[in-house]
C-alpha cells in the first residue's frame, strides 16, 4: 500500500508542477470570463451604425428602409455610374441601388463597395428591403399591419411537476448535455495523460528500475489514481477561479451581478430591427425561464452523480488506456488501439440527442446499465428524474466493470511494459492475457 502511495504522490506532483499544468489552469476560466464580457467589449467597436447610399430609380422605398435597420440610408440623385465613382471618397460603406421594380415580385436590386461587405451588413440590408416591401403590400391590399400582427398569436404552455414547481426540459437538457460532455471531455484529457505517461517511461527504460521494487499492477494503479487526483484539483482550481473572475467582472461593470449579461445582451441588440428585438427578448425571458426551472431539478442527486460517473468512468477508460499505453513504443502506435476503445464513448455522445428525445425509452436505460456507455448516459438522463434503483443498479455494474477491466489491463501491462521494437496487434494482446509472469 505504502509503495501504490509513493506512486500516487509522484505522478500527482511531477504533473501539477508542470508549466502546461498551470497554464491550462489559468487559461480556461479567463476564456469563460471572456466568453462572457467579449461581446460587451467586441460590440462596442465593431456594431457602430454604417451608411448605405441608396439610388431608388422606383421611388418606392424613400425614408422607408431606415424604419427597419439600424443602417443609416442617404438617398442621393445621381446615376449610379458617377455615383459608384463618388462612392470611394464618402467613405460610405455600401451602395444600393433600386431599379423600377414590381412590388410582386421585386427583382435586380444590387449593392456595391469598394470592397466586400460583411454578412451583417449584407443581411440587414436585405432584411431592411423585405420589410420595407412588406409594409408596401400590406398597404396596398387594404391590410392594416397592427392588425396582422396582432392577430398572430404565440402561446407559451408553463410546465410544472405534481408538486407545482417549475420544471423545463430544456433545463434537463442543457444539464444534461453539459454533464455528459464534461465527462466525456475528462475521460479523453486525463486518460490520455495516462496513456502518454506510461509511453514515455517504458521509452526511458525507467519502467524497468521500477518494476524491480514494484509490481506492475500497483504501478499501474498508482499511476491511474495520481492522474485522477491531478484532473480533481484541476477541476476545483477551474470553478473557483471562474467564480472568483466573475465576481471580479460584476464589481468592475457597476457591482451588478446581472450587469454583464443585460450589457452584453443590449450590444448584441443594439442594431436589430424592433421585430427582431422583440424575438431577442422573447428569447431571453424563455432563457429566465429555463434559469428558474433548474431549482426544481435535482440538484443534490445530480452533482453527487455527476462525481462518482466521472471517477467510475475515468478510473475503468484509464485503465484501458494505460493498457494501450504498455503495448506501444510511440504514441503513433496507439492510435489503432485507442479508436476501438474510445468508440463506446464517441457512440455515447452521438446517441445523446436520442437519450434527450427519450430519456425513459430502452435505449437510454441500457446505455445507461453498460459500464463502458453509463458515465455518460446516465448524466444525460438524471436531470429527467431517475428512480434511485436505477442509478443504484448503474453504479453497482460501473464499478464491476472498472473492477475487470482493471484486471484485464493488469495482465496486458505486467507484459506490454517489458516488450519493445515489437509491433503489438489485437491478437498478440490476447495471448498476453494467459501469460505466466
Do not use: C
Not at 490520455?192 to 506510461?198: S, T
Not at 504514441?331 to 452521438?350: A, C, G, R
Amino acid at each position: 500500500m505504502n509503495k501504490i502511495l509513493l506512486i500516487i504522490q509522484r505522478e500527482y506532483f511531477v504533473r501539477v508542477r508542470k508549466r502546461s499544468f498551470l497554464i491550462m489552469t489559468a487559461i480556461a476560466p479567463l476564456l469563460f470570463a471572456g466568453l462572457l464580457v467579449g461581446p460587451v467589449l467586441l460590440n462596442q467597436n465593431v456594431n457602430k451604425g454604417k451608411t448605405i447610399e441608396v439610388i431608388d430609380e422606383s421611388g418606392l422605398y424613400k425614408g422607408k428602409l431606415e424604419k427597419h435597420s439600424d443602417l443609416k440610408f442617404v438617398y442621393v440623385n445621381d446615376s449610379l455610374e458617377i455615383a459608384k465613382k463618388k462612392l470611394p471618397k464618402t467613405k460610405h460603406e455600401a451602395l444600393l441601388y433600386i431599379p423600377k421594380v414590381d412590388l410582386t415580385k421585386p427583382t435586380g436590386m444590387k449593392l456595391f463597395a469598394e470592397k466586400r461587405v460583411s454578412v451583417e451588413v449584407e443581411r440587414n440590408v436585405e432584411k431592411a428591403i423585405s420589410k420595407a416591401t412588406e409594409d408596401m403590400k400590406l398597404l396596398k391590399s387594404g391590410i392594416d399591419k397592427k392588425v396582422l400582427s396582432e392577430i398572430k398569436t404565440k402561446v407559451s404552455v408553463e410546465t410544472q411537476n405534481l408538486k407545482g414547481e417549475e420544471s423545463s426540459g430544456r433545463a434537463a437538457m442543457i444539464i444534461g448535455y453539459v454533464s455528459g460532455f464534461l465527462i466525456y471531455f475528462a475521460i479523453f484529457l486525463y486518460g490520455v495523460q495516462v496513456m502518454r505517461g506510461v509511453i514515455e517511461e517504458k521509452v526511458s527504460r525507467i519502467i524497468e528500475v521500477m518494476i524491480s521494487s514494484v509490481k506492475p499492477f500497483q504501478m499501474m494503479l498508482g499511476k491511474i489514481i495520481g492522474v485522477a487526483l491531478v484532473g480533481i484539483t484541476q477541476f476545483i482550481l477551474w470553478i473557483g477561479l471562474s467564480i472568483a473572475i466573475i465576481f471580479a467582472v460584476g464589481s468592475f461593470m457597476g457591482g451588478d451581478s446581472a450587469a454583464v449579461s443585460k450589457q452584453t445582451t443590449a450590444s448584441i441588440t443594439k442594431n436589430m430591427d424592433a421585430e427582431t428585438k422583440a424575438a431577442m427578448q422573447e428569447e431571453l425571458a424563455q432563457g429566465n425561464k429555463i434559469f428558474k426551472a433548474i431549482s426544481s431539478i435535482p440538484i443534490t442527486t445530480t452533482i453527487i452523480s455527476f462525481l462518482l460517473y466521472f471517477i467510475g468512468g475515468y478510473l475503468l477508460y484509464s485503465a484501458l488506456f494505460a493498457a494501450v499505453g504498455s503495448a506501444a513504443d510511440t504514441e503513433t502506435d496507439t492510435q489503432q488501439f485507442v479508436l476501438p476503445i474510445s468508440m463506446p464513448l464517441v457512440f455515447t455522445m452521438v446517441a445523446a440527442s436520442a437519450i434527450v428525445r427519450d430519456p425513459n425509452g430502452p435505449l437510454a436505460f441500457w446505455m445507461s446499465m453498460i459500464p463502458l456507455t453509463s458515465p455518460i448516459a446516465m448524466m444525460i438522463r438524471i436531470p429527467y428524474g431517475v428512480a434511485t434503483w436505477e442509478i443504484a443498479v448503474s453504479l453497482v455494474l460501473l464499478i464491476a466493470g472498472f473492477i475487470a477491466i482493471t484486471w484485464l489491463a493488469g495482465r496486458i501491462y505486467r507484459v506490454g511494459v517489458l516488450m519493445y521494437g515489437k509491433k503489438v496487434n489485437f491478437k498478440e494482446i490476447a495471448k498476453w492475457l494467459f501469460y505466466k509472469v
